[in-house]
């Protein structure tokens, strides 16, 4: 009876949000005329569906069985979003708020209850003061935007976020930001020094306004909790007018299996100006119907390849790198390079949003603090040997560096001191590969970390747990909070008390208030 029941009351309310959502464009209009009217999309308009799939990343969540917003608004300005959070409070509609619309679980654009999109795609502007070495960038600014304009102005600036160009920059800073220079400097949101953030009460705040705990926050502690970010301001870093990249391949043949096991010793002796990443797979052979695992070892180094040769000889000789592996270049053609872009492909590639194909994909993460015996490497492989060739991958991370002197409480991102790397599983989306991703993270158990088993927001993962949206209760979001943010959780739940009390902002992993609402 139960589930029928949910089913009645689920379509229910959705016939009465289209009653209501009328009342809401009303509101809309009469709050802002200033340019609103042109930039509100609802389902009878023929743009809907082109503006609503444009930032979807994630094919999992482009079908006809995915919730769809009732209105979609590409805002151009506060006053647009300080209308929607205000109408959608009078409406009693849910807000979900779209960068880049990289969300692992799609979150920054479906919702069960009916809701509204903020799509920040028009607010993407990027202002670079080259003499202070800071940045102010929209919310909306994808990372390849932000390389973009702070190239423009110098080959010597820039700023440690991400590698995939099209994320947008507000969500993947509010949950932390790893990237190629995370060993040499932190986290994006480690160089977050200012921010403006619309609140439940439409206050357009900054940092002196928003107060040093809110500021704390939003810079690890998940977007869509705690209000609308609109823009940051970035303390940018110095790079070498020259780095070098490589990306080595080695297949179990090749002895691939004891490579990948003495990476996991050689990162305490990797120098901080080197970024070492291994991606595994299984992949088709020369051989008609043969396969095997490839482990490719993809880094930065910030600087020439002579030092980095000299440095690899001496923390990792047994991956064999020689100078006809690497390529030198500018910091900011190793950001097309490390998208997988061709060589010599324009700069003007990290301006373009546009999705290109969309695969449907799961995704979990875990850390290690210990390495992984071969034998369990091997039981990957196995694993892996299951699926259709490349259907599946892992990355293997490497942490260290900068990422062990930073406190696990200067922002809500608690990975720092001890973490050996980060895992990384993906899998092409269908029933057997969901199955099959989950019993791989379960086969991983003793190899990870442990009370609570860590991951990583950016890469949401569902499966940790989730909130009733309904009624969230602190336990409940307990389950997945500290797995995410281990003991930053109670902060964080203090201060989503303070600052949003009602929980308006709110999705199946956001932060709940302490306060029953």
């Known amino acids: 009876m139960f589930p029928f029941l949910f089913l009645f009351l689920f379509s229910f309310s959705w016939v009465a949000s289209a009653d209501r959502h009328e009342d809401f464009l009303q509101c809309l209009l009469y709050q802002n005329s200033n340019a609103i009217s042109k930039v509100i999309y609802t389902p009878i308009n023929s743009s809907y569906s082109s503006v609503l799939q444009f930032s979807i990343r994630n094919g999992r969540f482009n079908t006809s069985a995915t919730p769809k917003p009732l209105v979609i608004v590409t805002v151009?300005?506060?006053?647009?979003?300080?209308?929607?959070?205000a109408c959608s409070q009078k409406h009693g509609l849910q807000i979900r708020v779209r960068s880049g619309g990289h969300d692992y679980e799609g979150l920054s654009y479906v919702s069960v209850l009916p809701f509204v999109i903020i799509d920040l795609i028009n607010m993407r502007t990027v202002t670079v003061d080259v003499g202070n070495k800071i940045a102010w960038a929209q919310a909306g600014a994808t990372l390849g935007e932000v390389y973009y304009r702070i190239a423009e102005k110098s080959r010597t600036l820039a700023f440690p976020a991400g590698v995939c160009p099209t994320v947008g920059s507000g969500g993947h800073i509010s949950g932390g930001g790893h990237g190629m220079m995370m060993r040499k400097y932190g986290l994006a949101a480690d160089h977050i020094i200012d921010a403006k953030l619309i609140d439940v009460k439409g206050r357009i705040l900054d940092r002196a306004s928003m107060g040093e705990d809110?500021?704390?926050?939003?810079?690890?502690?998940?977007?869509?909790?705690?209000?609308?970010?609109?823009?940051w301001k970035l303390e940018l870093v110095t790079v070498p007018p020259t780095v070098t990249v490589f990306n080595v391949t080695r297949t179990l043949e090749q002895n691939a299996t004891k490579l990948v096991h003495q990476w996991q010793s050689a990162i305490r002796k990797f120098d901080e100006d080197l970024f070492s990443r291994i991606f595994l797979s299984r992949v088709n052979t020369s051989q008609e119907g043969k396969t095997t695992i490839l482990a490719a070892y993809t880094s930065l180094f910030l600087g020439g390849v002579d030092r980095l040769l000299s440095m690899m000889q001496q923390s990792f000789p047994q991956l064999g790198l020689v100078k006809e592996d690497c390529?030198?270049?500018?910091?900011?053609?190793?950001?097309?390079?490390?998208a997988s872009f061709p060589r010599n492909t324009s700069l003007d590639v990290l301006l373009d949003r546009s999705p290109g194909s969309t695969i449907s994909f799961k995704a979990k993460t875990d850390f290690v603090t210990e390495p992984i015996p071969e034998i369990a490497l091997e039981g990957i492989w196995d694993r892996l040997?299951?699926?259709?060739a490349e259907a599946a991958q892992l990355q293997f991370t490497a942490y260290g560096g900068k990422m062990d002197e930073i406190s696990e409480t200067s922002i809500p991102f608690p990975h720092r001191a001890g973490i050996l790397f980060q895992i990384h599983y993906a899998v092409v989306w269908e029933q057997k590969t969901a199955s099959w991703i989950r019993k791989l993270y379960s086969y991983m158990t003793p190899y990870v970390t442990k009370n609570p088993r860590q991951a990583y927001i950016d890469y949401r993962d569902l499966d940790v747990g989730m909130n009733n949206l309904g009624n969230t209760s602190y336990k409940q979001a307990r389950v997945w909070g500290t797995k995410y943010f281990k003991n930053n959780f109670d902060r964080l739940v203090h201060v989503k008390t303070k600052v949003d009390p009602a929980n308006f902002f709110r999705n199946e992993q956001s932060i709940p208030p302490l306060t029953p609402w």
């Open 327 to 338: 390529i030198e270049m500018s910091w900011i053609e190793s950001t097309v390079y490390f």
């Open 214 to 231: 809110l500021f704390w926050a939003i810079r690890g502690g998940g977007g869509n909790t705690f209000g609308v970010v609109v823009a």
């Open 76 to 85: 151009l300005n506060e006053a647009h979003i300080q209308a929607v959070i």
């Open 385 to 388: 040997n299951q699926l259709d």
